[in-house]
């Protein structure tokens, strides 16, 4: 089907609004493209639901985490759907299905082996464009061994600074979270 120049967002995006996606299964749009990524396994969904925890215990209630909520870069055309963001809550009063990456607190990433690549590059790029404040990229098939990467500071779409560190050793995050992330219970895949 040709699309009109110039409406292949706006196409893009009605399509993905319309989708339905299998249970479990997530569409991102990159590229020009929309593309399935499939449901995460159970160490992915451990790590993920560590995170949430812990950053649930030390923000305030108009501040939330959310999994799985479509979050649009909107200066480069893609939409990705993080494996957490963190957002005040009334940034999503008036919207549909995503909402704008340039409005997150926190945008954070669980690497799977068929997604890994993708996370280390696109979307460390594309969220420093946004710009997100902070990404924080849990790399389980890290080369060097698992490892946690938060990187923040972005500026003309990179991030000025990444402060990696590997599982078992706690993550400082900064305000408005100002917590130790620890890292010790997170499974790592071989």
């Known amino acids: 089907?040709?699309?009109?120049?110039?409406?292949?967002?706006?196409?893009?995006?009605?399509?993905?609004?319309?989708?339905?996606?299998?249970?479990?299964?997530?569409?991102?749009?990159?590229?020009?493209?929309?593309?399935?990524?499939?449901?995460?396994?159970?160490?992915?969904?451990?790590?993920?639901?560590?995170?949430?925890?812990?950053?649930?215990?030390?923000?305030?209630?108009?501040?939330?985490?959310?999994?799985?909520?479509?979050?649009?870069?909107?200066?480069?055309?893609?939409?990705?759907?993080?494996?957490?963001?963190?957002?005040d809550k009334t940034r999503l009063v008036a919207q549909e299905a995503s909402i704008d990456a340039a409005g997150?607190?926190?945008?954070?990433?669980?690497?799977?082996?068929?997604?890994?690549r993708l996370d280390r590059t696109k979307k460390l790029w594309a969220y420093g464009h946004a710009p997100v404040p902070l990404f924080l990229l849990v790399d389980r098939f890290d080369e060097e061994g698992p490892t946690v990467t938060l990187f923040s500071e972005p500026d003309q779409g990179r991030y000025q600074r990444g402060v990696r560190t590997p599982f078992g050793q706690p993550v400082e995050l900064p305000e408005p979270f100002a917590i130790a992330l620890a890292t010790e219970g997170f499974p790592a895949d071989k």
């Open 104 to 116: 997150l607190l926190m945008a954070v990433e669980i690497t799977s082996k068929r997604t890994a």
């Open 1 to 87: 089907m040709s699309v009109e120049p110039g409406r292949q967002w706006d196409y893009l995006l009605n399509t993905w609004l319309e989708l339905d996606v299998p249970e479990g299964w997530r569409a991102e749009i990159d590229e020009g493209e929309i593309r399935l990524v499939p449901p995460p396994n159970v160490g992915h969904n451990v790590i993920a639901g560590e995170v949430h925890r812990a950053l649930l215990e030390c923000l305030p209630r108009e501040v939330g985490v959310y999994q799985t909520l479509g979050t649009e870069i909107v200066p480069l055309e893609k939409l990705y759907v993080p494996d957490l963001v963190v957002v």
